[in-house]
């Protein structure tokens, strides 16, 4: 359904709702002007009216679907899309009231008279009455581009622009932009504050999770969350130039506007660099009204990350960290899947037939290429099935011949031994104790690499070993679903059979027809299309973060290894991704560009687009932490902040840490600090104690630093520095021994 959808005209707009919409403090009552605010008080009456008959009609629409019958084919699929797209827009009506509502656009009607345009509200979602009048447009349609597009130097046809802050559903605030030099125009618009109001909004306290930024989002990141999906976009920037606030906003822009994402044609991955980034970001998708995206961190696409240790030996997570080792995983699976070269002699209830060197080894070259080698067993298996019955008379029974050769025990025994059912875990441990086996798959190892990979517990998985699990199970399946298969196949015989034998007996009996055509339909039609389809569906789970997707963001990317990029390449085939990252905060080094880089793990075709204005971190911060990166990265891409808190970076003592908090706190009834660098410190609610590592993609009020001269020198230090002090976004203290 359109997310525009009409709904029922009120017979009454309830003015008394939404009279107090501006809930503007003292200091702002130049704004309460009702000349400046008349026309959003009544337009938000017609919004709030048609918001609650909206939810009305949205769920009335969702009860009369789910108790319809489900169908079959497409239209049970039209149905389940549907009650998917209500059941999303239920619950962003339920979140939001008035502050669906982010702005207001005011366009030049191009009159003599001198007049503005009519005032066109931008929303989260789209709204109209039930006469097809306009009360909210998509943030995410052409229409509301300049909304967040619109420039002095390109105002895209606007003359104003107005942005509300809203808080506990009033406005608090609200700031005008007008981009045109005409006295009349100014004088019919605030222009109270023009972009201060907007720079002290981008400063506000922060709260455990990332706070609504929809509403501000700027030019530079709008053109880069409306960009197309082809090939990879790069969106590299510095701290705090909202580079996490582009990638969610562009998966929710890309799944309502993309045709290859729009309806949920084609899944979309965002995958963020550890689970407090993950927490942080949880709500604001689901603010924008979108719940199809799936989220995740690299540990979490494999079984095993649950429990992988950080691998200590840097030479051995430099050996599992590249493709070429990621590419050993094929030649480890082949060894298991070598046809006999001698032949074979099968008896059965019928005939006693022999298998020749060739007919395995056509057998073998039966599954097309990439089919997974557990389920290609089967297919291996279906074609010397057929190879023996092709042997045997035209009236052996196939369904029988099939079970006789399965109880062959001999022919099993020989056949598992050239295709073993396998296991990924299994076939990565071997690599890492078996030395003989890693030197066969990985022959441009040499002694003391192969030597430096062993371990004397194969199951001992590290953060390295993630990406070759990943591919093994790719390429091996799972080692449950061929007998599970195989019972199903083996249920679906026995029913055929049963049918079969009754309408047989139903014919030869000649029962009367019974006025309904029923020996019609036994003797015209086959009896298993009224009772099945005969299809043998996979009784596996399906692994939501398998793939394959549409579209894959990545933030933090600068992090990722040659063999952590095989892991996303492998879910998106069309190879179309946002990489969000900064080569300054890549604490292993990034001595390539970007294009270099992505080129050489895979990608073919990249785009880059650039973020150079810092909105979260103040100049006064910057201006300590830019010292700190260059040091060790000249050509690192600091950005520039728009804003100034007037609080100077300050040295402590160490000794001082838990009075600095208490007296932070005491004065600071909201908002949110971190300690960075002091592991035993006790968090709470408002605190977090982080490591630099994990504090990446997070920000807060304030951030203690503890004895940063103890990350260490190097690149790696320097960025765990540099990230660490970025974090603050209005004041940073640092503890010295």
């Known amino acids: ?115 503005d345009g009519e005032p066109v509200y931008v929303g989260r979602l789209g709204l109209t009455d039930a006469h097809g009048e306009t009360l909210l447009i998509d943030w995410r349609t052409p229409l509301a581009a300049p909304f967040f597009a619109a420039t002095h130097r390109d105002p895209m046809g606007l003359v104003s ?87 969610l906003h562009r998966a929710a822009y890309l799944v309502y506007a993309d045709p290859r994402l ?66 050993a995983i094929e030649p480890a699976v082949r060894f298991y899947e070598q046809p006999p070269t001698t032949s074979f002699r099968v008896e059965t209830p019928w005939a006693e037939i022999t298998l020749t060197a060739t007919d395995w080894a056509d057998a073998f070259d039966a599954p097309e290429r990439g089919t997974p080698h557990n389920d290609a067993r089967d297919e291996v298996w279906e074609e010397l099935v057929s190879i023996i019955a092709d042997r045997h008379d035209d009236d052996v029974p ?108 139903l014919i030869a009996a000649e029962v009367h027809d019974d006025g309904e055509g029923v020996m019609s339909m036994l003797r015209h039609e086959n009896l298993r299309d009224n009772l099945g389809d005969g299809t043998i569906d996979d009784p596996t789970d399906t692994d939501r973060l398998a793939g394959p997707y549409a579209h894959v963001i990545v933030d933090e990317a600068q992090e990722l290894t040659d063999a952590q990029w095989q892991m996303l390449l492998s879910r998106c085939p069309s190879k179309s991704f946002t990489v969000v990252g900064d080569r300054a905060q890549a604490r292993r080094g990034f001595v390539e560009s970007w294009a270099e880089r992505l080129r050489r793990v895979g990608f073919d075709d990249v785009t880059m687009a650039g973020l150079t204005i810092n909105y979260r971190t103040p100049e006064e ?33 160490r000794s001082e840490l838990d009075d600095i908090v208490h007296e932070w706190t005491a004065t600071h009834p909201e908002g949110t600090a971190c300690v960075i660098g002091e592991p035993g410190f006790a968090a709470t609610d408002r605190v977090r104690s982080l490591t630099p590592t994990l504090a990446k993609g997070l920000e807060f009020d304030l951030v203690v630093l503890v004895d940063p001269d103890s990350f260490g020198a190097g690149i790696e230090g320097a960025v765990d520095r540099y990230v660490s002090m970025t974090r603050a976004t209005q004041q940073l203290v640092i503890l010295d021994t």
């Not at 999770?209 to 501000?216: A, E, I, P, W």
């Not at 000249?634 to 808190?645: E, G």
């Open 1 to 115: 359904m359109p997310s525009s959808m009409p709904t029922p005209n009120p017979s009454s707009a309830p003015i008394s709702q939404t009279d107090r919409v501006f809930d503007l403090p003292e200091h702002l009552i130049a704004k309460n002007d009702p000349d400046l605010i008349a026309d959003d008080t009544a337009h938000f009456a017609s919004i709030a009216a048609n918001l609650r008959l909206s939810l009305a009609h949205a769920e009335s629409r969702l009860d009369e679907l789910r108790r319809s019958a489900g169908g079959k084919g497409r239209r049970a699929v039209d149905r389940d899309m549907e009650i998917h797209q209500l059941s999303s827009r239920i619950r962003t009506l339920r979140r939001f009231r008035l502050d669906v509502c982010l702005g207001r656009l005011v366009g030049d009607n191009d009159s003599d008279n001198g007049d």
């Open 161 to 247: 622009r107005r942005r509300y802050r809203w808080t506990h559903g009033r406005i608090t605030d609200y700031w005008d932009e007008v981009f045109v030099d005409d006295p009349a125009v100014l004088a019919r618009h605030a222009a109270l504050d023009d972009q201060s109001a907007f720079i002290a909004d981008l400063g506000a306290s922060r709260s455990p999770r990332m706070r609504d930024v929809l509403g501000t989002i700027a030019t530079d990141q709008d053109a880069i969350i409306r960009a197309g999906s082809h090939g990879v976009l790069v969106v590299d920037g510095g701290p705090g130039t909202g580079k996490t606030v582009v990638a």
């Open 262 to 327: 729009a309806g949920n044609r084609g899944g979309l991955l965002v995958v963020g660099p550890h689970r407090p980034y993950l927490a942080y970001v949880a709500d604001v998708l689901p603010s924008l009204g979108e719940e199809s995206v799936q989220t995740c961190t690299l540990v979490d696409l494999v079984v095993e990350g649950a429990r992988a240790v950080p691998e200590v030996d840097d030479e051995v997570a430099q050996l599992k960290s590249s493709a070429r080792m990621v590419s």
């Open 398 to 505: 196939y369904g029988p011949l099939r079970r006789a050769l399965a109880a062959n025990v001999d022919l099993m025994t020989a056949f598992s031994r050239a295709w073993p059912i396998l296991d990924a875990a299994e076939i990565v441990g071997d690599l890492w104790s078996v030395p003989a086996y890693l030197r066969m798959c990985a022959p441009w190892l040499t002694p003391a690499e192969t030597a430096a990979l062993q371990r004397t517990d194969p199951a001992a998985w590290t953060d390295a070993d993630l990406p070759l699990l990943d591919a093994a199970r790719q390429r091996i399946g799972d080692p449950e679903a061929p007998a599970l298969r195989r019972t199903r196949q083996a249920e679906l015989d026995a029913g055929r059979e049963r049918i079969d034998q009754v309408v047989e007996d």
């Open 621 to 653: 911060i910057m201006d300590a932490a830019a010292p700190v990166i260059r040091a060790a990265l000249p050509d690192a891409n600091v950005p520039t902040s728009v804003r100034s808190t007037g609080i100077p970076v300050t040295h402590r003592r």
